[in-house]
Each structure stands twice: as C-alpha cells, then as structure tokens.
C-alpha cells in the first residue's frame, strides 16, 4: 500500500502526489459502502483531484520509475519495435490496449511509432490522424511527465532527450 506523499502512476491519468489515504463512502448501493481510498492529485492537471480505491482492480496504479529504470527507457528507444497496424481501428485498440497496460515500455512504443508516422506524413504533404495525434498526445504526456520525476529534468528536456535518440536512430 502507498502512503501519503508518495508519487505513483495512474492508469492513463500520469503521475499523481498521494494527498491522503482514507475512508470515502462510495453509496448504498455497494455492499460495503465505505472503502479505503487514495486521494490523488495528477501533478500535471491543477485543481483536479481524484479517488482510487486501494483495492483497485481496473486501473494499474504503481510506483514511479527509478532513475535507472527511467534512463532504461532512454537508453532502449532504438532498439523498440514500433506498433504500427494498417488497419485504423485494430490500429486505435492497440494503442489503447497498450495505454492501459500501465507499461512505460508499451508508452513508448506509442510514442516513437507515432513520432515516426508523423514524419513519414510530413514528409509526404500530410497531418497526423486525429486518431494518431490524440494517442502520441496522450502517451507522450505520461510517459515524459513520469520520466521527469526520476531524471529531475522538465517534461520539455526530457522529450527533447527521447526525441534525439528517436533520431540518432532514423535519420
């Protein structure tokens, strides 16, 4: 169990500051109505709050990544196979399938198969799909925002760092 004023990561909401752990009633209609709770704050959504139960089956909640787990990530960007399926909709469920593993390693898959797609378009005249923008946008935002913590780096520096390996191997 987490205690207050741990970081943890919440499904596809990022890192979140643990305000406090607690008992909350969640309505009549449960069997047991009061449940051990987290109260989390995202730390990149100001004035959002959020509940979580501590025995919370649907959505991965989990700590951190270490500096070494972090860098980890960093260091394996070139070897990552890509994600990418043809078809848009088989295409659209990887990509959430791959967002709610709570995996870092599966967020960045998104996020280099996604930053190479865009290239490719761009290359060719063409924007991203809204489909594609909406999952990089998403992926990139937890993964970079989770990154941060542990490499004491903006959000932007460690996008810049990710970015630059992307492009020491494709370019």
Same mark, same amino acid.
């Given at each position: 169990?987490? $205690? ?7 499904? &596809? ?12 009633? %969640? ?11 987290? !109260?989390?704050?995202? =730390?990149?959504?100001?004035?959002? &709050? ?5 025995? *919370?089956?649907? &959505? ?9 787990? #972090? $860098?980890?990530?960093?260091?394996? +960007? ?5 994600? %990418? ?7 659209? #469920?990887?990509? /959430?399938?791959?967002?709610? @593993?709570?995996?870092?390693?599966? %967020? ?8 190479? /797609?865009?290239?490719? =378009? $761009?290359? @060719?005249?063409? =924007? ?12 990139? *935002? ?11 780096? &903006?959000?932007?520096? +460690?996008?810049? !760092?990710?970015?630059? =390996?992307?492009?020491? *191997?494709?370019?």
């Amino acid at each position: 169990m987490y $205690q207050k004023g741990d970081y943890v990561v919440y499904g &596809t909401k990022g890192v979140c500051l643990i305000e406090d752990v607690t008992m909350l009633d %969640w309505g009549a209609d449960c069997i047991s109505s009061e449940k051990l709770c987290y !109260k989390l704050t995202p =730390r990149f959504v100001k004035g959002s &709050t959020i509940y979580a139960p501590v025995e *919370n089956e649907k &959505t991965v909640i989990r700590s951190v990544m270490s500096r070494e787990e #972090a $860098q980890a990530v960093l260091n394996r +960007v070139k070897q990552l196979e890509t994600l %990418w399926v043809k078809d848009e909709k088989e295409r659209e #469920a990887s990509y /959430r399938r791959a967002l709610l @593993s709570g995996n870092s390693m599966e %967020w960045s898959r998104i996020v280099k198969t996604l930053y190479l /797609r865009k290239q490719e =378009r $761009q290359r @060719s005249g063409k =924007r991203m799909t809204c489909i594609d923008e909406r999952y990089l946008h998403i992926a990139e *935002n937890i993964l970079f925002g989770e990154m941060s913590l542990p490499l004491k780096l &903006t959000v932007k520096e +460690v996008e810049e !760092k990710y970015l630059e =390996r992307i492009g020491e *191997n494709e370019l």
